[in-house]
């Protein structure tokens, strides 16, 4: 399984003091990416990027705001749904609001002599 996807990252929501030095002096922040090819969301996105957590946060249940987003373009062996799916129509039974009691309204007198 092979997926393409394109990555869109908001650089102002990254927290730069996680930043690290890397291999060879660069500067480096650690990402994690959640992709679901055959669910996009009501923009047309497949998932999301948030900076990574370590263990010991993770299970102190500290969350990393989502910086960025993914789109997948190509694949194989995986479909990949372009379009959000519309949310099915469900019927629901919603209670009338209560209305305080009004005066009747006038009725309106039509003229019966239209011609159409």
């Known amino acids: 399984m092979k997926v393409a996807v394109n990555f869109r990252v908001d650089l102002n929501k990254l927290d730069i003091s996680r930043a690290y030095e890397?291999?060879?002096g660069s500067?480096?922040?650690d990402l994690t990416c959640f992709i679901s090819?055959?669910?996009?969301?009501?923009?047309?996105?497949h998932g999301g990027i948030?900076?990574?957590t370590t263990t010991e946060e993770r299970t102190a249940g500290m969350k990393m705001p989502y910086v960025g987003n993914v789109k997948a373009f190509w694949s194989e062996g995986v479909t990949i749904v372009k379009e959000a799916q519309p949310a099915p129509f469900?019927?629901?039974q919603v209670a009338a609001p209560q209305v305080a009691a009004?005066?009747?309204k006038a009725q309106v007198d039509f003229d019966d002599d239209i011609p159409f």
């Open 22 to 24: 890397g291999q060879n």
């Open 50 to 52: 948030q900076q990574s």
């Open 102 to 104: 009004q005066a009747p």
């Open 90 to 92: 469900t019927t629901q």
């Open 27 to 29: 500067r480096t922040v």
């Open 37 to 45: 090819p055959a669910e996009p969301d009501q923009y047309g996105q």
